[in-house]
């Protein structure tokens, strides 16, 4: 059977209606988020982990991703698939659009960005350059063609520190940076899944434009709703993912 990991974003609570099997569980690096819920959906198992914790509690700069990603490696998971929140500064990706980025720009700081910063630990390197795998991304993207949903192919996110949001003149800049989308929760997710060698992709959900788009200011309540009407369709996205990784295991066996 497939394992898979899913780093549940902003708005996703239950949004299956799966038993969950609870899994509260320690790393090297402290506890995760919240307990790992486990499911299976389409005889893929799925082990999720709220981002923000279990209630939204946990703000982008002080969640513990090093435990997060640990966590789901010691799950045994083959891959991740996270989803994170995302304005849209690209004019083609407005609100409502999902889409799966192949590059990032990451402008946080002070997070722990690796597993190996300790004094003792030996430095190492990952390949960064593509910092998403490829094979993960052409399936969320199969997936959503197969559910009849538009998800853009490509994109570069770029990662702020939050928790406040981007100031106009801020997302100005990271269209000269030929940023397509900005987001809190970016980094280091991916590269902490690189150094541990798990395949990662992501699912952007945009729900506003960036700072300075659309108006003076942003509507949150607008936010909200837009949200809700895309995790649906993320929702579709993961059971039609988990449907089709049955399909390519019971295929190899």
């Not at 992501?202 to 003076?216: E, F, K, Y």
Request: with cysteine; aromatic share 6%.
């Amino acid at each position: 059977m497939a394992t898979i990991g899913l780093i549940a974003g902003s708005g996703m609570q239950g949004w299956h209606e799966q038993s969950i099997e609870q899994q509260p569980i320690d790393t090297p690096y402290g506890p995760p988020s919240a307990a790992i819920e486990r499911f299976e959906l389409n005889q893929v198992t799925v082990h999720q982990v709220a981002r923000h914790g279990q209630p939204h509690t946990v703000p982008p700069h002080r969640v513990n991703y090093r435990a997060n990603i640990w966590a789901l490696k010691e799950l045994g998971c083959e891959a991740i698939v996270a989803v994170n929140t995302v304005g849209g500064i690209n004019a083609n990706m407005g609100p409502g659009t999902l889409l799966v980025p192949d590059q990032i720009i990451d402008l946080t700081w002070g997070r722990a960005q690796s597993f190996w910063d300790s004094a003792d630990d030996e430095p190492r390197h990952v390949d960064f350059t593509e910092p998403y795998d490829a094979a993960l991304r052409q399936q969320l993207l199969h997936a959503a063609e197969h559910e009849s949903l538009a998800m853009h192919d490509g994109g570069v996110y770029l990662a702020t520190q939050g928790p406040r949001l981007e100031t106009a003149a801020e997302i100005r800049h990271y269209r000269t940076m030929q940023a397509d989308v900005v987001g809190m929760t970016g980094m280091p997710e991916a590269a902490l899944a690189r150094e541990l060698g798990i395949p990662f992709a992501v699912i952007g959900v945009v729900v506003n434009w960036a700072a300075g788009l659309a108006g003076p200011t942003l509507d949150f309540i607008e936010i909200e709703q837009q949200q809700k009407t895309c995790i649906r369709q993320v929702a579709r996205v993961i059971w039609r993912l988990t449907n089709e990784l049955t399909k390519i295991v019971t295929y190899q066996q």
